[in-house]
């Protein structure tokens, strides 16, 4: 089996996900007690947020490939970055390892294409949302017409994670408000709706909309068991 590093705390809430999904993907798969081999950094979100919030992405990303170096040091043969908004430094990391970076958008797209859609919406934080690296990829790698909220639903996405998700508050009247949102996402032609920040599937659940839901954590975390699997005999 191989190792697989996970940056994670960013937040903590979902990452601890990302723990629990490849563990019960390899105990499936191999039977009896068999988890997967991993090494874990855990952020203070409080210190990744503050250096968002003031743009410090340069900082962040020494921060990021830091911790990576750290998780090969250890042994990992792959590394994952256990948030979506994070892949903003996805090729600073990427530089800083001489094993592979395990995309969170790659196997988010193999699952949008694998149901025959073309046209999907990004929820996600406002940096996801508006910055290209995300939609970028998606488009160039896997042909997607990408699709996000207007300023009025950007903001209330936005202020939902981080005023709430990320706090592990889920709200049914928020809820209701990533909801509308949808409908109104779907109305200008989204077949599908990417849960584009780890914590959105903590709220939004895939039968609170008429379209699929691709919850971006479960796919990544999927994918990061297939890797530990990959070295397994």
Do not use: K
């Given at each position: ?9 960013m937040s903590w809430e979902s990452s601890i996900e990302y723990e629990r999904i490849i563990h ?86 193999d699952a949008v294409r694998a149901r025959g859609i073309d ?115």
């Amino acid at each position: 089996m191989r190792t697989i590093g996970l940056l994670g705390g960013m937040s903590w809430e979902s990452s601890i996900e990302y723990e629990r999904i490849i563990h019960e993907r390899v105990r499936e798969r191999l039977g009896g007690v068999a988890s997967g081999d991993l090494v874990m950094r855990t952020f203070n979100f409080a210190e990744i947020e503050a250096l968002q919030s003031a743009g410090r992405w340069d900082d962040a990303g020494r921060l990021l490939a830091g911790a990576a170096q750290s998780l090969v040091a250890a042994g990992a043969t792959a590394v994952v970055i256990c948030s979506n908004t994070m892949h903003l430094l996805a090729d600073e990391v990427a530089a800083a390892i001489d094993v592979p970076l395990l995309h969170i958008a790659d196997p988010t797209g193999d699952a949008v294409r694998a149901r025959g859609i073309d046209q999907v919406a990004l929820l996600g934080t406002r940096f996801t949302m508006e910055q290209p690296f995300y939609a970028d990829r998606l488009r160039e790698r896997f042909g997607l017409t990408v699709l996000t909220p207007d300023e009025r639903g950007r903001t209330i996405i936005h202020t939902v994670i981080y005023d709430e998700l990320v706090r592990g508050v889920i709200s049914p009247s928020s809820r209701d408000a990533y909801v509308a949102i949808v409908d109104e996402l779907v109305a200008r032609g989204a077949q599908g709706v990417i849960a584009g920040c780890t914590e959105i599937e903590l709220l939004l659940r895939p039968d609170d909309i008429s379209v699929p839901l691709f919850a971006t954590a479960r796919l990544h975390a999927e994918a990061a068991a297939e890797w530990c699997l990959g070295g397994a005999s």
